[in-house]
């Protein structure tokens, strides 16, 4: 029936538009039957399908706009990050700076898929393809670049989507598009769980789809019309290595594929190629015979198989289960038995050595003072005390001879009777003796019998010394041995604990050793029942993928069979569209190589240093001729790697720029394989353009004297980090600011 939503875009054309959106999605599909029952809808139209035709003003219809943000969430190396690209118009060059590896790859992946989706995987995949005729890889592919693209962290933590946000300003004002990827437990993704939101305006509506235009096809056709048909994205965005492919062919092959993407040929003629298999397919004549009788036994028959083999899954998957739990357990226990590192356990090991080190110097103190000290502590108190009372008294003597002492008492007995007035002999004699009395008293010899020097042995020492030395001991004595007495104690205790923890420690050891025996036994039976788990997953698979073709081609034939009526009306609306469009295309496409001449020849001009071409002309046919100032053709001769790689470049910017409107360029490392006088020149032409550039750059690349050389024109700048994560795989940071240092 005919979709009324195709008369509300307006014209035939937009039937086509319809037609290429459709082979967008489905086409590039393994299974068509989606593409030809959407292509059945289309093709039901009430309208004259010969008269369509294919105007390349209108599909190449890029328009100009700038990128304005970019929102990452667990996508590659980004957990998340955000580009800011907003600048002045006099500012259109952005910088984003970072080392191999750190994520600038990944950003211009992001740029396209975020824009695309699968169209970007097949687009941007036409560069590396011979001869670029626009047949697109297996959308398998894209599943399988989305999956590796989720952070693997992010996953490993629980997280199960993946987005992209890319903030746009077009002639329509703010446009944004919002991509989500879901993954299931596995890790799987299926295209299914890819979602889309188109928003507009400064108040970011949602963009909805009309009455009955499938979302995808809507959202599709919007992202083309506003901002650039996804053929042009090889020259949108692009890095050394496509451009080194690029310019790997032929010069004339080149301008054919720059030509036929920047006017949608790739997809015209993709799309008459379905269109052709669409006729085929709906012109055939299937009857209900015996084929489908056999289709359906070889379904039945496979069925079962399949039924078979999903149950043995469950069988090892239901065996799996407890072996993994008991696996996660011995795992977080082998984790809990904290015997420390290596480092704390040899810091344990040094400090044990400095104890019993300690330890040792105590006990050798102690016994040097108990040498010194400990008489002091056995001697009775009393005997010491009058040692020291008799010391006391040595001290205070003059240590001389019973002679001495005589002899000076006589003397000073002698004196006293001669002084001044005279004393009475009674008197004199009381004098004398009191001093003898007084005398003897001060020198501690009264009361000593025979006249012998009292302890004499320490005539002739410093009996004041001896006496402080003993005083002093006496006091010290006790004290200064009970502590040593204490810090050997502690020490002792110390060592003891010590030896307790290693006596835990080795516990935990053979405990751990228990754990690691029953860790590696149970690791090698789930990697054994994995391993069938796998063999009946591929058996499974294999069984799938040899049923799903019977169950369309069943499907198929009896639809054909009930509808063979309507199959016809829309093989034969195809076979018009091809006519018309074939006609379109060789009638529309050689008069746009004038134009693509012209723009080329300004920008190999631009960017070439030599200076000797000084025309690139364009045949009708697309072949190239370099003309020098003489008119000579100088392809004979031999260009170097560098100087292909100008012409790419060349052809890539007047690709953006044919038709007039500047369209942004994404590069990432734009000067590789360079010399320096190419390089200079390069970075000239594309960051003096007035629409955006983004450049990728690695350090030695946009540095010193080059970025000096365009530091007027930069806009924005950022610095990607990577961070590592303990030995294990990191994540990308972003930094506002260019590298730290710029030196070259």
């Not at 004259?48 to 990452?72: C, G, M, Q, Y």
């Not at 907003?86 to 211009?108: D, F, M, Q, W, Y």
């Not at 149970?522 to 788990?533: N, T, Y």
């Amino acid at each position: 029936m005919t979709d009324p939503a195709c008369h509300s875009v307006g014209g035939i054309s937009s039937f086509l538009d319809l037609l290429i959106s459709a082979r967008n999605l489905y086409g590039s599909s393994g299974n068509r039957r989606r593409l030809f029952n959407r292509f059945d809808d289309i093709l039901a139209a009430p309208i004259d399908w010969s008269a369509i035709e294919w105007n390349p003003k209108v599909t190449r219809a890029a328009r100009p706009f700038r990128f304005r943000r970019i929102h990452l969430q667990n996508w590659k190396a980004f957990q998340r990050a955000e580009l800011d690209f907003s600048a002045p118009p006099e500012r259109p060059v952005a910088l984003i700076g970072g080392n191999n590896g750190n994520g600038k790859t990944s950003i211009l992946e992001a740029l396209a898929v975020g824009l695309y989706g699968v169209r970007a995987h097949i687009d941007r995949s036409r560069l590396s393809r011979e001869g670029g005729d626009g047949i697109a890889p297996k959308r398998s592919g894209y599943h399988q670049a989305i999956e590796r693209a989720m952070h693997r962290q992010a996953f490993e933590r629980g997280d199960r989507d993946m987005s992209i946000v890319i903030e746009i300003e077009c002639e329509d004002g703010p446009f944004e598009i919002e991509r989500h990827w879901y993954f299931g437990d596995d890790g799987s993704f299926v295209e299914d769980d890819e979602e889309l939101v188109l928003r507009s305006g400064d108040d970011r509506h949602i963009l909805s789809p009309p009455v009955d235009v499938p979302g995808p096809e809507f959202a599709f056709v919007e992202i083309e019309r506003r901002i650039a048909p996804a053929s042009m994205l090889p020259f949108l965005l692009f890095d050394g290595e496509q451009i080194r492919r690029l310019a790997q062919r032929e010069l004339g092959e080149q301008v054919r594929f720059g030509l036929e993407s920047v006017l949608g040929v790739g997809v015209i003629k993709a799309l008459l190629n379905d269109l052709s298999d669409y006729a085929r397919d709906r012109s055939k004549d299937i009857q209900a015979d015996g084929i489908e009788a056999s289709l359906t036994s070889q379904i039945a028959t496979l069925t079962d198989e399949l039924s078979s083999t999903r149950t043995d899954l469950e069988v090892v998957e239901a065996a799996l289960e407890p072996l993994r739990r008991r696996r996660d357990e011995i795992v977080r226990s082998i984790g809990s038995i904290g015997d420390g590192t290596y480092q704390e356990r040899h810091a344990d090991l040094e400090l044990r050595k400095k104890i019993e080190a300690e330890l040792h110097a105590a006990r050798h103190d102690l016994l040097l003072s108990g040498v010194r000290l400990l008489p002091f502590v056995l001697i009775p108190s009393k005997l010491l005390q009058r040692v020291e009372s008799a010391l006391d008294v040595a001290a205070r003597s003059t240590s001389l001879s019973r002679g001495q002492d005589e002899r000076m008492l006589r003397e000073l007995i002698t004196a006293l009777g001669e002084t001044k007035p005279k004393l009475s002999s009674e008197a004199l004699g009381d004098l004398a003796r009191r001093t003898e009395e007084a005398w003897k008293s001060s020198l501690g010899t009264e009361g000593a019998s025979g006249g012998a020097t009292l302890h004499g042995y320490l005539v002739g020492h410093d009996a004041r010394r001896v006496h402080e030395l003993l005083t002093g001991s006496r006091t010290s004595a006790r004290g200064e041995i009970e502590g040593m007495l204490l810090k050997i104690a502690e020490l002792t205790k110390s060592i003891a604990r010590m030896e307790e923890q290693n006596v835990q420690r080795k516990r935990h050891e053979e405990s751990r050793a228990g754990l690691v025996d029953e860790l590696e036994r149970l690791s090698r039976e789930i990697l054994e029942l994995e391993g069938q788990r796998r063999r009946l997953d591929q058996v499974a698979g294999k069984l799938q993928a040899q049923i799903e073709p019977l169950e369309i081609d069943l499907s198929r034939r009896k639809g054909q069979r009930r509808n063979s009526g309507h199959a016809a009306g829309g093989a034969d609306a195809a076979r018009a569209v091809l006519h018309a469009l074939q006609q379109s295309i060789s009638a529309a496409t050689p008069e746009y190589y004038g134009e693509l001449a012209t723009a080329l020849t300004s920008a190999y001009r631009g960017l070439a240093h030599k200076g000797v071409v000084q025309t690139v002309a364009i045949a009708h046919d697309g072949n190239v001729a370099l003309l020098d100032a003489l008119g000579r053709d100088l392809r004979d001769t031999d260009a170097s790697a560098g100087e292909n790689q100008i012409f790419a470049m060349a052809l890539i910017a007047s690709i953006t720029g044919l038709g007039g409107s500047s369209l942004p360029l994404v590069i990432d490392t734009p000067l590789g394989r360079l010399d320096t006088e190419h390089r200079d020149r390069v970075l000239d032409y594309f960051t003096s353009r007035r629409s955006q550039t983004i450049l990728l750059s690695q350090p030695e690349e946009v540095s010193g004297r080059y970025y000096d050389r365009i530091e007027g024109r930069v806009g924005s700048e950022h610095h990607l980090i990577y961070r590592s994560n303990g030995g294990g795989l990191g994540e990308t940071l972003v930094e506002k600011g260019y590298f730290p240092r710029r030196a070259a």
